[in-house]
């Protein structure tokens, strides 16, 4: 967070009132006119805002379905590592952009170029098909092995793809 033109002294004091005290400030904010549970939160010279769940939100470990213990083969297993290994690279924030956004921005222009209109934007159903990790992980590393022909040009990631660190 950075102050507000003429708060630098309200900033300040907050910021070192929060430090003596080893608190931090709790309260709700709206970001997208969705309100949030946020922390303010002392760091070094600056405020840090952290977003939080509310109670409600909040689900118990004991409710989530989760798979018990499972003897995993090591094939499988040095796959996926082999894998992960191929998908590495430094992080780089400005690579992942906010999706939603884009797409809200698409559909405002839309509806300003139809003159306020209703468009309608058909959009494909999620899938629920289940993939054989097995099969795919040993596909991905096919594709992985293969060198990029000399002289041609990486193309562009698309953005918002994460990648394991």
């Given at each position: 967070?950075?102050?507000?033109?003429?708060?630098?002294?309200a900033?300040?004091?907050?910021r070192?009132?929060?430090?003596a005290?080893?608190?931090?400030g709790?309260?709700?904010?709206?970001i997208?006119?969705?309100?949030?549970?946020?922390?303010?939160?002392?760091?070094?010279?600056?405020?840090?805002?952290?977003?939080?769940?509310?109670?409600?939100?909040?689900?118990?470990?004991?409710?989530?379905?989760?798979?018990?213990?499972?003897?995993?083969?090591?094939?499988?297993?040095?796959?996926?590592?082999?894998?992960?290994?191929t998908?590495?690279e430094p992080?780089?924030?400005?690579?992942?952009?906010?999706?939603y956004?884009?797409?809200?921005?698409?559909?405002?222009?839309?509806?300003?170029?139809?003159?306020?209109?209703?468009?309608?934007?058909?959009?494909?159903?999620?899938?629920?098909?289940?993939?054989?990790l097995?099969?795919?992980?040993?596909?991905s590393?096919?594709?992985?092995?293969?060198?990029?022909?000399?002289?041609?040009?990486?193309?562009?990631?698309?953005?918002?793809?994460?990648?394991?660190?």
């Open positions: 967070m950075k102050p507000d033109k003429g708060a630098d002294h900033y300040v004091l907050l070192e009132a929060l430090n005290k080893g608190k931090v709790i309260g709700r904010v709206v997208s006119s969705k309100q949030h549970l946020a922390a303010i939160c002392p760091q070094g010279e600056v405020l840090v805002l952290e977003l939080m769940h509310f109670a409600e939100d909040m689900v118990e470990p004991t409710e989530i379905r989760r798979p018990g213990p499972q003897e995993l083969p090591r094939k499988g297993m040095d796959m996926a590592k082999m894998l992960i290994a998908m590495e992080w780089q924030p400005e690579a992942f952009r906010n999706d956004l884009d797409k809200l921005r698409g559909v405002i222009d839309a509806k300003v170029k139809a003159g306020g209109k209703t468009t309608i934007r058909k959009t494909a159903a999620p899938s629920a098909n289940v993939i054989d097995m099969a795919a992980l040993q596909e590393l096919k594709g992985a092995g293969k060198k990029k022909p000399a002289g041609k040009a990486t193309p562009a990631k698309p953005p918002g793809r994460q990648k394991a660190r």
